[in-house]
């Protein structure tokens, strides 16, 4: 596949500079028929039958196995979500952490990981996002750090498997901004958090949840899915592997969409992602303050006299978006593997 092809298969790239996959990346045409087949499909024949929901489970069962081989784990460790904030919540209560417990993380994380710390019962220990200070802050009371591999605010890329094998210390990896934009390799962590509909251009609410050991994790917000078979008190045999935290029911038109938008990847996305991001910090210099970063967001300070939101807005005008990151007074661009030299000079002539 060319980058040309690439490129095409999103409509919203003929005339958008389309620089936000950080929030959403950009839907491909097939993906939105696949979705819309399932639809129609429910419609016509509607949402019943054994055959409905045997394929539902075996669409199910072939994200999971997709999902897994992107991050180069079992298909067994692998649980479906609407969210990494799903993953986060379904992670720290299952932990039952209390208040002799500490919790090491960063002041830059999202609140999709900040919000289920907050709310855990253990002392939630912030430090800077910087490796050393991460390591000093962890004590033997530290039962889990819980960090992004990229950050949202500025691209910043932490060390997780390092932190993971200096401390000794179990680690949930907030994935939302890495899987899909840069190789991810989950097998020496613990936990990670996967988004959909960020870098892997997939539906909305869609994600997943990588638990190395599922056994040792408590399901502490269990659902219809999370049993093999249940008695009628309650009590329950959980399902094999990591499908005992799965949360959310999920149309057979969002797994299935999914799944064509990871089809949609081409084996340079990674390579590509890489490239135009340095291109995008080269056409920024000099124009604004460009934060440091090693992966595919660049996030960059306003000139002097603007707020994030008006050049926001400003951008937006001109048909380039990107976004303001709140708190942090900066203005965060993502390069995608689908990203032209172009949209970078529209970005640059628009700044």
């Not at 605010?153 to 899909?180: F, H, K, M």
């Not at 603007?306 to 390069?335: D, Y």
Request: glycine share 8%.
């Amino acid at each position: 596949m060319t980058f040309a092809e690439a490129r095409a298969a999103f409509p919203v790239l003929a005339h958008i500079a389309y620089l936000n996959a950080g929030t959403f990346g950009p839907l491909a045409r097939k993906t939105v028929e696949a979705m819309a087949a399932e639809q129609q499909a429910d419609l016509e024949q509607g949402r019943s039958g054994a055959s409905y929901f045997e394929r539902w489970l075996e669409l199910r069962d072939e994200l999971r196995t997709r999902l897994a081989g992107l991050v180069r784990v079992a298909a067994e460790q692998v649980a479906l979500t609407a969210s990494t904030t799903d993953g986060c919540n379904i992670v720290i209560a299952g932990l039952d952490l209390g208040p002799e417990d500490e919790v090491v993380t960063t002041n830059a994380e999202h609140f999709g990981l900040l919000g289920p710390l907050r709310v855990s019962g253990a002392r939630v220990v912030v430090t800077p996002p910087d490796p050393d200070r991460i390591l000093a802050a962890v004590t033997p009371r530290t039962r889990l750090i819980a960090v992004s591999q990229v950050l949202w605010t500025t691209g910043q890329l932490l060390p997780v498997r390092e932190l993971r094998e200096q401390s000794g210390v179990p680690i949930l990896v907030d994935g939302a901004q890495s899987v899909g934009a840069i190789p991810v390799d989950a097998a020496a962590l613990d936990f990670l958090t996967i988004s959909g509909q960020k870098w892997l251009c997939g539906p909305d609410a869609t994600g997943a949840l990588v638990v190395a050991d599922p056994e040792r994790l408590r399901i502490a917000r269990p659902s219809f899915l999370s049993k093999e078979s249940s008695e009628p008190d309650g009590r329950f045999a959980p399902r094999a592997g990591a499908r005992r935290f799965e949360p959310n029911w999920l149309s057979m038109g969002t797994v299935a969409g999914l799944i064509a938008a990871l089809d949609l990847a081409p084996e340079w996305r990674y390579e590509r992602s890489a490239e135009t991001t340095s291109r995008c910090r080269a056409a920024l210099e000099g124009k604004v303050e460009v934060l440091p970063g090693a992966a595919t967001l660049v996030a960059f300070r306003p000139p002097e006299g603007e707020m994030p939101e008006t050049i926001v807005t400003r951008l937006h005008e001109a048909a380039v978006v990107v976004r303001a990151i709140p708190g942090f007074e900066l203005v965060r661009a993502s390069c995608g593997w689908w990203t032209s030299d172009d949209d970078l000079g529209r970005l640059a002539a628009a700044l």
